[in-house]
């Protein structure tokens, strides 16, 4: 559940966002579409607590963003447009990283992880 309210944010002058009202219902897919300049990226970062609006507000799952950042990021599932690694990582690393960001249970963790290697043939890579 996503439940954005009254949204809004200024660049200086420049207003990307004037009261934004949108509400996400658990099982809905939603897509933001506009063209360039529209605001996507700046309802994006707001909506993941990157940036802080200068009015209104965002809940995930009844967390506000910005008064309980930790509860409501850790309900958050986010893929960049550009995929970011930590280079020093090996792959099996990166994931045991993100399950305890998380809080996943290791085993559990474990177990995902290698099915999800094998359904994208990844383990040879891994090595
Ligand atoms: N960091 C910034 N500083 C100043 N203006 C910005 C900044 N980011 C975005 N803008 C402006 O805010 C408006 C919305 O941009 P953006 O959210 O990136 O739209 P979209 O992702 O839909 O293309 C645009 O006019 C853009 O030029
Ligand atoms: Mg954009």
Redesign the pocket.
Known sequence: MIEIENLT?N??D?R??DGLNLTIRPGELFA?L????????????LLTGLMKPDAGRVRLCGHDIQQEPLLAKALLGYVPDVAVFYEKLMPVEFMEFIAELFEMDRDQAAAQTNALFTKFALHEHTR
Do not use: E, S, V
């Open positions: 944010m660049y200086g420049l990307a966002l933001f506009g063209p360039n300049g529209a605001g996507k990226t700046t309802a994006m970062k």
